[in-house]
């Protein structure tokens, strides 16, 4: 049975069902929210909303990515920053987490090797010889890709690589016992030579130059 209902203009009593009232002749219109689109509308609008509240929480994950960098850029200059507040001279033992490690001498040459086997610089180059020594003193042996690195640091920080053919006629004066395709065992002391070329005019007499030892992390060897 149809509900009856007051029309909305004339308030005469009708059925719900009646598409005209017969008292007056007015429309007899369904409310809005018994209409189909109404509630397609409201489906929308509550995806709508939805979608608006993830972007806006994936918001504050973003930016604070982005702020990272930041942080680490500082932490790389303030790692950078402490491992040079430490210079050790030449003959001081640096104690690495795996090796000590020790700057033996630096000197400044115009020519290495030996009578038959030698190597001189370019024009306007010198050749700044290095003598190192270090100790595996970890439990367990260092391949010598694991072993510590050397280069010549100028006053700017610019690095220097070895030359490794100057360095290898240099090898045949001092005859070292690295490793070169052995491990190092724990307990080995090993010695080494590298030799650097570098602009005499630059080097002048070596002032602010630095060799920089690279194990656990960088240290610092003044040659002056």
Do not use: H
Request: glycine share 8%.
């Amino acid at each position: 049975m149809a509900k009856m209902i007051n029309c909305k203009t004339c308030q005469a009593e009708i059925t719900s069902t009646a598409k005209i009232c017969p008292n007056c002749g007015a429309k007899n219109k369904k409310p809005v929210f018994k209409k189909w689109w109404f509630w397609v509308i409201i489906v929308i609008a509550i995806g709508a909303i939805g979608l608006n509240m993830r972007g806006g929480e994936s918001t504050t994950p973003i930016s604070s990515t982005a702020n990272m960098p930041t942080t680490s850029t500082e932490s790389k200059e303030t790692s950078s920053t402490e491992s040079k507040s430490t210079t050790f001279s030449i003959g001081d033992l640096i104690t690495a987490k795996d090796f000590e490690i020790t700057v033996d001498d630096v000197g400044f040459t115009n020519k290495v090797g030996g009578q038959y086997l030698s190597s001189t610089p370019a024009e306007g180059g010198i050749y700044v010889t290095l003598d190192v020594s270090y100790k595996n003193i970890s439990n367990e042996p260092k391949s010598s890709f694991r072993t510590p690195s050397f280069n010549l640091v100028d006053p700017n920080g610019v690095k220097y690589s070895t030359d490794i053919s100057a360095s290898s006629y240099y090898a045949t004066e001092k005859d070292p016992n690295r490793k070169v395709f052995s491990d190092l065992n724990p307990g080995i002391k090993v010695s080494d030579n590298k030799v650097f070329e570098v602009s005499e005019d630059l080097f002048g007499d070596g002032e602010g130059w630095q060799i920089s030892v690279s194990a656990d992390k960088d240290y610092y060897v003044s040659i002056k």
